[in-house]
T-cell receptor
Framework: DTEVTQTPKHLVMGMTNKKSLKCEQH?????MYWYKQKAKKPPELMFV???????INESVPSRFSPECPNSSLLNLHLHALQPEDSALYLCASSQDGRARGTDTQYFGPGTRLTVL | GEDVEQSLFLSVREGDSSVINCTYT??????LYWYKQEPGAGLQLLTY?????DMKQDQRLTVLLNKKDKHLSLRIADTQTGDSAIYFC?????????????FGSGTRLQVQP
């Protein structure tokens, strides 16, 4: 099973709202990722957690706050977003994130976020 | 930093072969991946190749890697309308330290019946 699940599938929020995106995997992977994808563009890395610790933050604005409660779950807390933050948010997981060898990332279906 | 480039669009007829090309700049690349993305969906892993290989075949998919020229291609045999999607190549980069995927811009494959 190589499934990564994400909820919700769609989210519409105002600029003053607080919301959270959720991601879950049961493959025993120890690395989890958040990507942002704008229309007709490739995914852009936002955050990487490895063994439940934040290992990469790609200078993402503080209105995006990641959380990794355990090795199977990854959240992205959203607060005071801007309309330009509207995008598809993709979660991925991989076996390790640090070890040598292939570390294939498996992606979830994404959450389509619209900020009004 | 690393850079990965792809042509933006490819149109083929159903039943023909499709070849999607990708070039990368990172000479320390270890693994290179191909992902497929259908409209409104996430990325589906198709295949990957280790940098010391020059070819990998998986059913209708053939990956060719020319490490000297830093050129990667994905050939889809007997292309079907269900293959219409955006295809991304991605480079994992070096084997230690920061390991993050660098994606190409994506190639939109259109399959005409």
């Amino acid at each position: 099973d190589t499934e990564v699940t994400q909820t919700p599938k769609h989210l519409v929020m105002g600029m003053t709202n607080k919301k959270s995106l959720k991601c879950e995997q049961h493959m025993g992977h120890r690395a989890m990722y958040w990507y942002k994808q704008k229309a007709k563009k490739p995914p852009e890395l936002m955050f990487v957690y490895s063994y439940e610790k934040l290992s990469i933050n790609e200078s993402v604005p503080s209105r995006f706050s990641p959380e990794c409660p355990n090795s199977s779950l990854l959240n992205l807390h959203l607060h005071a977003l801007q309309p330009e933050d509207s995008a598809l948010y993709l979660c991925a997981s991989s076996q390790d994130g640090r070890a040598r060898g292939t570390d294939t990332q498996y992606f979830g279906p994404g959450t389509r976020l619209t900020v009004l | 930093g690393e850079d990965v480039e792809q042509s933006l669009f490819l149109s083929v007829r159903e039943g023909d072969s499709s070849v999607i090309n990708c070039t990368y700049t990172d000479s320390s690349s270890t693994y290179l991946y191909w992902y497929k993305q259908e409209p409104g969906a996430g990325l589906q892993l198709l295949t990957y190749i280790f940098s010391n290989m020059d070819m990998k075949q998986d059913q209708r998919l053939t990956v060719l890697l020319n490490k000297k020229d830093k050129h990667l291609s994905l050939r889809i045999a007997d292309t079907q309308t269900g293959d219409s999607a955006i295809y991304f190549c991605a480079d994992l980069g070096r084997d230690t330290g920061r390991r993050a995927l660098t994606f190409g811009s994506g190639t939109r494959l259109q399959v005409q019946p």
